[in-house]
């Protein structure tokens, strides 16, 4: 029987936090009762989706906070990205031109078809001013 785990990081905006990231999943998700292999298939789901978030960021030159949360119990683990600060969504058509949406879709869409490969449920949340949320939950098979 896996005990219920919960735990936050707190980290900044930046590719240099990737790592902290990484290590972050790692560490969590090894008292789960994951496989090695899904383990792994979860880091990346997470990694990819915090590198679209800090890159969008960086692009959109908005400074802030990452918080990610990694709840697990029984059957299933879940992440949630919080992404805090002046949030703006990826490729919102609003804050973009549509010749730029356009150039952008096709390298920020791998990210989004690998991590709804990896997790079987995927929730984007967004209230402007407020919560910019991903939530992504991987079952027990």
């Known amino acids: 029987m896996v005990e219920q785990i919960t735990n936050e990081l707190v980290t900044s905006k930046k590719t240099e936090s990737l790592d902290e990231i990484r290590e972050f999943v790692k560490s ?20 990819t989706a915090a590198t679209g978030i800090i890159l969008n960021a960086r692009e959109q030159h908005i400074k802030g906070e990452l918080s990610v949360k990694i709840a697990a119990d029984e059957t299933r683990l879940r992440v949630e990205i919080n992404d805090s600060g002046d949030v703006v969504p990826f490729g ?8 730029e949406l356009i150039n952008r879709l096709p390298s920020h869409s791998l990210g989004i078809f690998l991590i709804r490969r990896i ?14 949320k991903l939530t992504m939950i991987r079952f027990r098979m």
């Open 28 to 47: 969590v998700t090894r008292f789960t009762g994951f496989s090695g292999r899904e383990r792994r298939l979860i880091s990346l789901a997470v990694e």
């Open 92 to 99: 919102s058509p609003a804050e973009i031109g549509i010749g």
């Open 119 to 132: 997790m079987h449920e995927v929730e984007y949340e967004y209230k402007k001013g407020f919560i910019s």
